[in-house]
């Protein structure tokens, strides 16, 4: 997750030990993971109790259409992202502060692998080929902007919602919804997931409570049972700035806008 702490330099080391990257792109990258760096603080006896903890994610099923988004080619791990059901039938949604800074623009290498475990992407690895987020998250990383749309190009012929499908985009929905959140920490090679009820931060911010998402969780989907997106972490503090409690901007007219251009 987006969560930027004292030491966080500890995300330049990780980037800066994968070998095959170029100046260039390293420099964007450790910037954005430096970003994306997250602080997991230890929970007292009263919180351990209140809040669940996270467990790794079944295999199969509508969770294969969730993934972990690369920085480049080369393996960097950055955040998680999900498709969405979309018109073209090639887009994913996540967090603006995993595709886009207001330093250095839009991450151009992203790739993204769903149902990525073990160091395997059984459907294979998706090129991004454009991101859509709002010009107030472009012109000064804004936290109610947080939320980013990228289409991926078509893999041996075909869209990644016909191989995968899509889960749809829900706005208004209210707080206090029960959400399933399924995503990928940098230091795991398999998803976890935690599933809990939304609660309200403020008239346009959420929270969800559920130990273990650490960095690379930023990006993940929030789903209903019914399998509607309502919201991903990012937002506040850029997702939360300890490992149990995470943030997503409230899905509303926002949400519905940028989702329109990125479709259009």
């Known amino acids: 997750m987006a969560r930027v702490r004292p ?30 760096a997250t602080a997991c603080t230890t929970a007292g006896p ?9 467990r790794p994610a079944d295999l199969g099923g509508t969770s294969n259409r969730i993934g972990a988004l690369f920085l480049d080619a080369n393996g960097s791990r950055g955040c998680t992202a999900s498709v ?3 018109p073209h039938h090639n887009l ?45 998250w472009a012109a000064g990383e804004d936290p109610e902007y947080d939320i980013a749309f990228v289409t991926v190009d078509a893999l041996d012929g075909r869209q990644i919602q016909d191989v995968l499908g899509g889960n749809p985009i829900a706005t208004d929905a ?3 919804l029960p959400v399933s959140v399924t995503g990928y920490p940098n230091e795991s090679q398999t ?40 919201g991903v972490i990012g937002g506040y503090q850029q997702g939360g700035d300890t490992d149990q409690t995470s943030y997503s901007i409230t899905f509303d007219h926002r949400v519905t806008d940028l989702y329109r251009q990125a479709t259009a």
């Open 7 to 36: 030491g966080a330099s500890t995300a330049a080391r990780r980037l800066a030990a994968t070998p095959g990257v170029a100046t260039a792109a390293t420099t964007a990258a450790a910037a954005l993971l430096l970003a994306i």
């Open 46 to 54: 009263s919180e351990s109790r209140s809040t669940p903890s996270s």
């Open 84 to 86: 969405v059901d979309s």
């Open 92 to 136: 994913l949604v996540t967090a603006a502060h995993c595709v886009y800074t207001a330093a250095n623009g839009r991450l151009d290498s992203l790739v993204f692998a769903p149902g990525f475990r073990n160091g395997e992407a059984p459907y294979g690895s998706w090129k991004a080929t454009t991101t859509t987020v709002d010009p107030r």
């Open 174 to 176: 209210g707080f206090g």
């Open 191 to 230: 998803p976890i997931t935690c599933s809990n009820r939304t609660s309200r931060y403020s008239a346009t911010q959420e929270r969800f409570d559920c130990h273990g998402y650490t960095d690379g969780t930023s990006g993940s989907p929030w789903l209903t049972p019914e399998g509607k997106v309502v």
